[in-house]
């Protein structure tokens, strides 16, 4: 089962930043925590991912608390195609691990115009 | 940009058929995966492959279940005597290595059975 625990749904207006929250209270010292969005059935789409310090990319940027327990995806501008079912991931990365992807049910935004 | 493409994009087989799902990762990846999304469910893993051997598998990925690469571009999901619940959207993806874990997904493709 997935380990993290997001909202079922959120809205953001057109525009606004969109902060979605996941919460991994039991986070592993060598887990990551991973970002990836699902426009309606296409396939999932890698958006970011940390380990403790804060990141950023042209996509999104990724806040990690200090103590690790959650994290939230901040998406600066919002925009209409960014609607989709968000997921929270954590699993190690590398020191032999496969490398499969355990998704949870994620959370819907909807971005309003 | 590179991609990984799914064909078909759908398919429809009667059940107890065989049917064939056919992937091309992006070309220097070396790690292949398999998941499905039953209609209004979570994307669910089913295998990872790696060097021409299977690197791990779900409880879902039984005996009726098999992969290949037959060759050094595709990579193929293949379901032996399909059933009715083998319905669902079943995704390939790539990554250039397991440590990284961005994974790169195709289109999809929407297997019905009936």
């Known amino acids: 089962d997935a380990k993290t625990t997001q909202p079922t749904s959120m809205d953001c207006a057109e525009g606004r930043a969109a902060n979605l929250p996941c919460n991994h209270s039991t986070i592993s010292g060598n887990e990551y925590v991973y970002w990836y969005r699902q426009i309606h059935s296409q396939g999932p789409q890698y958006i970011i991912h940390g380990l403790k310090n804060n990141e950023t990319n042209e996509m999104a940027s990724l806040i990690i608390t200090e103590d690790r327990k959650s994290s939230t995806l901040i998406l600066p501008h919002a925009t209409l195609r960014d609607t989709a079912v968000y997921y929270c991931i954590v699993r190690v990365a590398g020191g032999g691990s496969q490398g499969n992807l355990i998704f949870g049910k994620g959370t819907k935004l909807s971005v309003k115009p | 940009e590179p991609e990984v493409t799914q064909t078909p994009s759908h398919q429809v087989t009667q059940m107890g058929q065989e049917v064939i799902l056919r992937c091309v990762p992006i070309?220097?990846?070396?790690?292949f995966y398999w998941y499905r999304q039953i209609l209004g469910q979570k994307v669910e893993f089913l295998v990872s492959f790696y060097n021409n051997e299977i690197s791990e598998k779900s409880e879902i990925f039984d005996d009726q279940f098999s992969v290949e690469r037959p060759d050094g571009s595709n990579f193929t999901l293949k379901i032996r005597s399909t059933k009715l619940e083998d319905s669902a959207m079943y995704f390939c993806a790539s990554s250039e290595w397991v440590a990284n874990n961005e994974q790169f997904f195709g289109p999809g493709t929407r297997l019905t059975v009936l």
């Open positions: 070309s220097n990846h070396l790690y």
